[in-house]
């Protein structure tokens, strides 16, 4: 394929606007290539949520904190903290143990990326459902017909499952695909009416149903009530519960949470359940993405490389080097 790039500049489409999509995209903008995103979400983020419930309380349900091991990540977070988007969340603990720093969106998790995705031509609520071969190029198409636009390198970032679907064509991606696993992860959001009679701001649990109890309100620039936490069940109460109405899970996750923090629960002003299908990676894939033959679909994510939202922007950046390696090379 040739790419005068005077008569045609290559038409580059990423799914997925979550940290993976959003830092490959940067990268490529960065490099002068002009890249569109789609998102079937509302918002910017993925799995780095933040949602408001009626009442005001903010709640981040998804990705928890952020830990930096590469130089080039902390470059990143210091730039995020320096733009208001992140800070460092310090809570009282429940449990021992030394760690790395934890950094969180500010005012929630799903403001961070926001000044990446400042410059960035991202369409949401737009789940692509179709991907079809068209000369050299790809037809990336939505089940309604709004979207029916022609690519010469598609990326997607969506989980294993989802990506494979749209990588129908390709066998030997699609066995790379099937490799990975990912668990599942029931989140509770809940305000109390009181103070819930503990000593921390944030817990894990090693054993049963709940994994993870966090006080919105000691999160930086939460603000909300004071009686606002979220709640994760572990992998595997939650592979185990999968398919039980958000209702049902709110009202198992609370006598869980009875039980983990060995009191009775105050009275609850909210309780929402949320079902990460694909919450946490388990088997990874061991390289940082996955292309065809002729390197025009990549797939990328955290299930690349592991489960955090640092494996999600080394697998974006790595991918952003080989596509604009393969146009420029073309
Ligand atoms: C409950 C929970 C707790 C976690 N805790 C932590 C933590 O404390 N620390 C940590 O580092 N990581 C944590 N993680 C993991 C972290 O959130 C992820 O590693 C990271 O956010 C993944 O980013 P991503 O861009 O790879 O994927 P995602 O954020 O999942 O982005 C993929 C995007 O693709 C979109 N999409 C999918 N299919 C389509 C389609 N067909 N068309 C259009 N769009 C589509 C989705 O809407 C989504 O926005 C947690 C995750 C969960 C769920």
Not at 46 to 59: H, K, M, P, V, Y
Not at 218 to 227: F, L, N, V
Not at 292 to 302: E, H, I, K, P, V
Request: glycine share 8%; charged share 20%; with cysteine.
């Amino acid at each position: 394929m040739q790419h005068d790039r005077k008569t045609h500049s290559p038409r580059i489409a990423i799914i997925g606007a979550g940290m993976a999509g959003i830092s490959c995209a940067h990268a490529l903008q960065q490099r002068d290539f002009a890249v569109t995103l789609f998102d079937k979400s509302r918002g910017i983020g993925g799995r780095l949520a933040t949602r408001r419930i009626e009442g005001g309380d903010s709640f981040d349900h998804g990705a928890q904190y952020i830990t930096t091991r590469s130089a080039d990540f902390s470059a990143l977070i210091d730039r995020l903290r320096h733009d208001g988007a992140a800070d460092e969340w310090q809570p009282r603990l429940g449990t021992d143990g030394a760690h790395h720093p934890w950094f969180v969106g500010t005012p929630g998790m799903s403001a961070l990326l926001k000044p990446l995705a400042e410059k960035l031509d991202i369409r949401l609520s737009t789940t692509v459902s179709t991907l079809e071969r068209s000369g050299n190029a790809w037809q990336l198409q939505t089940a309604d017909g709004a979207l029916f636009e022609s690519f010469d390198v598609v990326i997607s970032t969506a989980p294993p499952v989802q990506t494979r679907a749209l990588f129908a064509d390709d066998t030997l991606m699609q066995t790379s695909l099937d490799a990975v696993r990912m668990a599942p992860c029931w989140t509770l959001m809940i305000t109390f009416a009181a103070p819930l009679a503990v000593d921390f701001d944030a817990r894990r649990f090693d054993t049963g149903a709940i994994s993870w109890l966090a006080r919105q309100a000691s999160r930086p620039e939460h603000g909300g009530s004071r009686h606002a936490w979220v709640v994760h069940a572990g992998a595997e109460w939650s592979a185990e519960h999968l398919e039980l109405t958000p209702e049902q899970a709110a009202g198992a996750m609370q006598r869980e949470l009875a039980r983990a923090v060995g009191q009775a629960l105050p009275d609850t002003i909210v309780a929402q359940a949320h079902r990460w299908r694909y919450a946490m990676t388990t088997q990874a894939l061991g390289q940082p993405f996955l292309t065809n033959t002729d390197r025009s679909l990549f797939a990328g994510g955290d299930w690349c490389l592991g489960a955090s939202v640092e494996c999600a922007y080394r697998s974006g950046v790595a991918i952003a080097e080989a596509v604009s390696k393969r146009l420029r090379t073309d």
